[in-house]
């Protein structure tokens, strides 16, 4: 492995930066597929509102995987700033962490649904980059 190759497993990655206090080189750059999905608010009273946001899950590997290259990369509630393409639609975000998945969620905001012709229930497959 050379100075600037960072190890795949994120656990390897914990224990060389928090044990050790090795040097890594941070970031990465994973493709995953996943549905678009769409989450519509609610008010206080639990009648919908007309809010509504379309996201990517992103969980297993991939999500270990950016939460250990994300030291210094994150911001409110534990987001994390994010480089990602869909097809050739490129953008910069934060994904944002998710309890119920162990993993993050991506907003996929309408200009890129937009240019790559997606709707709700499609399958999405990007590549983020931290």
């Known amino acids: 492995m050379s100075a600037n190759e960072l190890p795949s497993d994120p656990?390897?990655?914990?224990f060389l930066r928090e044990?050790?206090?090795?040097t890594l080189a941070e970031g990465g750059s994973w493709d995953f597929t996943g549905p678009l999905w769409l989450w519509r608010g609610k008010a206080k009273d639990g009648t919908p509102t007309s809010t509504a946001w379309h996201?990517?899950?992103?969980d297993g590997a991939i999500a270990d995987a950016i939460r250990a290259a994300s030291p210094g990369r994150s911001a409110a509630w534990g987001s994390v700033y994010v480089n990602v393409s869909i097809g050739d639609t490129r953008w910069q975000t934060?994904?944002?962490p998710s309890k119920?998945?162990?993993?993050?969620?991506?907003?996929?905001k309408a200009v890129v649904?937009?240019?790559?012709k997606l709707v709700?229930?499609?399958m999405v497959t990007l590549n983020i980059s931290v």
């Not at 044990?19 to 090795?22: D, N």
């Not at 996201?55 to 992103?58: E, K, P």
């Not at 649904?113 to 790559?116: D, F, L, W």
């Open 19 to 22: 044990e050790l206090g090795a």
């Open 94 to 96: 934060s994904v944002f």
């Open 113 to 116: 649904r937009k240019a790559q």
């Open 120 to 122: 709700e229930g499609d």
């Open 11 to 14: 656990e390897l990655i914990r």
């Open 55 to 58: 996201f990517v899950t992103i």
């Open 100 to 108: 119920d998945v162990q993993g993050y969620l991506l907003p996929v």
